[in-house]
């Protein structure tokens, strides 16, 4: 986003172009306890002077209390400093490593300076319960962000309310539905189609608000199958929940063809925007057709994905299905100049969370897009799909790795390769692979719903890397797939210079085993009984 | 000591490199051999058995016992892996072995109670183990060395083989044994000019799904459930009728999930009414008792990894039987989704014999993946 062109390239070009250094990456191991196991009896961080016993007045009533203070840790200051330090040192965090293996999360840097207002206390210390009038300027963020998601949806209205990606789409499948419901045609109208590329959730939230789900598969060419379209569509159908581009980085070319399709069969069309980073300001969902769209504010607008959440999630309807919005609204109102929240809104869908979205989210969102204006975000999607497709061109030359689907085709935000030939030459997995980038102090996950290509890899460089550190990225991937062929113990044994060797998937997909808390640890993995 | 059966077919695949459709029987591999052929199986059993050594690592590879027969029906593969074999069996007549050793290997490995029985071959071998194996309930994977390979029982790759028996042998995770067709070529059918194959059965196979994907949380676990809604999603759609039932593990596991006792390998009918227990009113039936029954639902499923939705294994549903149920429109297929997508795009295919009724079935239709839930999806010839 900050490079300027040099003025005189031929030096530059040469330092830049070299090949890549790899790094001699060693991560810290400090063998740490858990925090639980850790400090003594009475040890304290703060002494808390005691107050009068005369001024001391119970606010919890005598049945609320417990009988026993809970099993905390007992410790030190120094002492819970020195252990989240060091666990942080065991940890590959998003501002620590090339992080554009963590494909469909849009791993962007997210500006400090977005973070210090959420901290600021005129946010920070504000009550969901406070009265309106209190609250002026934070209603005037979320007017201000939801206009602007207006424009960049071409959309007319907008909630900020849903708490997530997934609880946007269910909010778009709960307004299909109560526009339906008043139309007096849900019962006619039950089924919801869908892609079996666009996120799994459409199919989830459609099935959970009570329509029937078909699932449309890729045509010959690899692209959403438009004959499968045609013989879907019929009375029955209420919408098509499409997402575009899909996670295989691939732009549906006949999206405005699918939406007239579904249009004269009667039904609505809603547009998982999650994928937008690579199409701000160069195509709009109404431009498109769309009734409905969502956005992940948390993916394409800053705060990428944090440790898992929080996440925020933005509805944008036509106005003929604003009044099913999301209550409450937040209105302005010009006479008075003032915000007011909007309750009173008998054909909304109704309460998707308590009070009105996910605020910090709200203002990291509002913030980048203040700060980028409209040639910025069109710029960052530019340099978004520029960067993944020098990354795409640099990834395919490694021997073993393959794009599938719309084969020669370019990307546009982010590519689903499969290292499926270097499995039948090597044995190896695209896990083994993943795991083995810790040694070089990077990584890529295992986010590849649903999981159709084989030995999947998913690599999304959003606009924030350098062309060096894709470089740096292709060189560890290329350097992988030489020791794949030549040394597969290596790999196959991988990692050797992180933390952690390597993690048992039960621990996290299997309840028989997984132990999220200190309690649960202690029965099923320490084995003690007697403990719930 | 943990133990792994394996049984070689010494002669499987002979056949493929000369241009023999097969090798089944002693002629034929005699043939392929005066041809120049060259025996792969041994080599392509212990790349396997090397793979599950790697996998298993130190010292857990020490503690490997290879049961096995003698020479080239396994002692030599476990030999060249650097495995400690055990020799349970060993053929009368040197190299010329038959289908009568890899039965009597089979029959002397099981008896000494072994966690896998691997076995290299081809759809032949894999019969012969069928035949041998009974009721013995040990589960099974085939290290495809064959000519044919039509059944489900074989891993990708000789590797797969031996990076599944670890995964199987280690039993990390969740790993269960799924019901895997035994598939071979219909001779007679080959009499009559005609290229097709029947099913012969199942055998349990570890349910790894190594070439679908490595890390898919809970597919095989959701497998049932998924198999569970799919079978209230069919009988919702019969309603009160008569609904016919193809083989294939999917149609066999809806029909279990109905409460129906079903024959393994042969098209059964059921009489559905909502709120009541299935009636099974014919089994193993024949084109001729299938035309008798009038209007009637057809599920099918699609069989091994071809993905063949009609012509393999269920000849008795005939273009004649097609026709008389009323074609397309009561056809009920059904697959899980994870099933559907291991095809990797590909269409399923028709092959009735009938090129007209095939044109006809050919096109989109709904499959039917779970409760109210299908997926639009490719039929072609």
Redesign the interface.
Same mark, same amino acid.
């Given at each position: 986003m900050t490079a300027h062109a040099p003025v005189s390239v031929a030096p530059e070009e040469a330092r830049i172009v070299g090949k890549p250094r790899l790094r001699r990456f060693q991560q810290a191991s400090w063998d740490e306890k858990l925090i639980f196991e850790l400090g003594s009896p009475g040890e304290r961080g703060v002494l808390v002077p005691s107050a009068d016993p005369s001024l001391e007045r119970p606010a919890i009533p005598a049945a609320l209390r417990r009988a026993e203070p809970p099993a905390l840790p007992e410790m030190s200051q120094q002492q819970v400093l020195r252990h989240y330090l060091r666990l942080s040192q065991e940890t590959l965090g998003a501002d620590l490593n090339i992080d554009v293996g963590q494909g469909t999360c849009t791993m962007k840097y997210s500006p400090k300076v977005n973070d210090q207002f959420v901290r600021d206390p005129r946010i920070a210390s504000l009550h969901p319960l406070q009265d309106e009038d209190t609250v002026q300027g934070v209603l005037g963020i979320i007017h201000s962000l939801e206009q602007l998601l207006k424009e960049i949806s071409g959309m007319d209205r907008v909630s900020l309310q849903p708490g997530a990606g997934s609880a946007a789409i269910y909010t778009n499948v709960a307004m299909i539905r109560a526009h339906f419901a008043a139309r007096g045609e849900l019962e006619q109208r039950d089924e919801i189609i869908t892609t079996i590329f666009s996120h799994p959730s459409n199919a989830a939230c459609a099935k959970t608000a009570g329509f029937k789900v078909i699932t449309l598969h890729p045509d010959p060419d690899g692209y959403p199958d438009i004959e499968a379209l045609r013989a879907a569509v019929g009375p029955r159908t209420a919408a098509l929940l499409i997402t575009n581009p899909e996670d295989t980085g691939i732009y549906n070319p006949r999206i405005e063809e699918f939406v007239r399709i579904v249009h004269e069969a009667g039904g609505l069309c809603s547009y998982d925007q999650a994928n937008a980073n690579g199409i701000l300001g160069i195509t709009r969902a109404r431009d498109a057709g769309f009734d409905l769209c969502h956005f992940n504010l948390h993916k394409t607008f800053s705060t990428p994905h944090a440790c898992g959440g929080p996440a925020a999630g933005a509805c944008a309807v036509t106005e003929e299905l604003a009044p099913y919005l999301p209550r409450p609204t937040v209105e302005f109102d010009p006479e008075s100049g003032t915000y007011r929240l909007d309750d009173d809104r008998p054909e909304s869908v109704g309460k998707m969370r308590p009070f009105y979205g996910v605020v910090p989210n709200l203002v990291r969102a509002y913030a980048w897009i203040m700060s980028l204006g409209a040639e910025g975000l069109r710029a960052a999607a530019e340099t978004a799909v520029l960067n993944n497709n020098y990354l795409l061109h640099k990834v395919r030359q490694i021997p073993g790795v393959s794009v599938p689907y719309a084969a020669g085709r370019p990307r546009v935000e982010q590519v689903r390769y499969s290292w499926q030939k270097l499995h039948e030459d090597t044995g190896l997995h695209s896990e083994d692979i993943g795991l083995r980038a810790a040694d070089f102090g990077t990584h890529y996950w295992t986010s590849h719903h649903p999981y159709v290509v084989p030995e999947p890899m998913t690599l999304e460089p959003t606009e924030s890397y350098t062309r060096a550190d894709l470089d740096e990225y292709a060189a560890i991937l290329a350097e992988i797939a030489r020791e794949a062929y030549e040394d597969p113990e290596t790999v196959r044994t991988a990692p050797h210079r992180s933390t952690i060797h390597r993690v048992r998937p039960q621990a996290l997909d299997d309840p028989a085993v997984w132990a999220v808390s200190w309690r649960a640890y202690r029965r099923k993995v320490l084995g003690e009984a007697g403990r719930r | 000591m943990t133990r792994v059966g394996l049984v070689v077919n010494p002669v499987a695949g002979l056949g493929g490199r000369v241009g023999l459709g097969g090798t089944d029987g002693p002629d034929r591999a005699r043939t392929a051999l005066s041809l120049g052929a060259r025996p792969l199986a041994g080599a392509r059993a212990a790349a396997a058995l090397g793979?599950l050594a =790697?996998r298993a690592g130190e010292p857990a590879r020490d503690e490997l016992l290879v049961v096995t027969a003698a020479g080239p029906l396994g002692a030599e593969s476990a030999a060249a892996a650097g495995l400690t074999e055990r020799i349970v069996y060993a053929a009368g007549t040197g190299r010329d072995t038959s289908a009568a050793d890899t039965a009597a290997a089979v029959r002397a490995v099981v008896a000494e109670g072994v966690g896998l029985l691997l076995f290299a071959g081809g759809d032949g071998t894999a019969r012969d183990v069928l035949g041998a194996l009974g009721d013995v309930p040990c589960p099974v994977l085939g290290v495809p060395t064959g000519v044919k390979m039509h059944s489900a029982v074989f891993a990708?790759?000789p590797? =797969?083989a031996g990076?599944v028996a670890a995964a199987w042998l280690a039993r990390?995770?969740?790993v269960r044994v799924r019901d895997a067709e035994v598939m071979d070529r219909d001779e007679d059918a080959l009499g009559e000019g005609r290229v097709t194959s029947r099913l012969f059965g199942w055998l349990p196979v570890p349910d790894v799904p190594?070439?679908?994907?490595?890390?898919?949380?809970?597919?095989s676990a959701a497998l049932p459930e998924a198999v569970g809604g799919i079978a209230a999603e069919a009988a919702e759609r019969v309603g009160a009728g008569l609904l016919v039932l193809g083989p294939g593990s999917t149609t066999r596991a809806v029909a279990a999930a109905l409460g129906a006792d079903v024959s393994l390998t042969g098209v059964d009918v059921l009489a559905l009414r909502p709120g009541h227990p299935p009636r099974v009113v014919a089994r193993d039936a024949g084109e001729d008792a299938l035309l008798a029954l009038g209007p009637a639902w057809i599920a099918l499923s699609p069989i091994g990894g071809q993905g063949f939705l009609l012509g393999r294994g269920n000849q008795q549903i005939s273009p004649r039987v097609l026709r008389a149920a009323g074609g397309r429109e009561r056809l009920l297929v059904l697959c899980t989704?994870t099933k559907?997508?291991a095809l990797?795009?590909r269409p399923l295919l028709l092959d009735t014999g009938d090129d007209a009724l095939d044109a006809e079935l050919s096109?989109?239709l709904?499959v039917i993946?779970g409760r109210?839930?299908?997926?639009?999806?490719?039929l072609a010839m």
């Open positions: - | 793979e =790697a990708v790759s590797r =797969a990076e990390t995770g969740r190594v070439r679908v994907q490595q890390r898919k949380t809970g597919s989704e559907l997508a990797g795009g096109g989109h709904p993946t109210r839930r299908t997926s639009l999806y490719r």
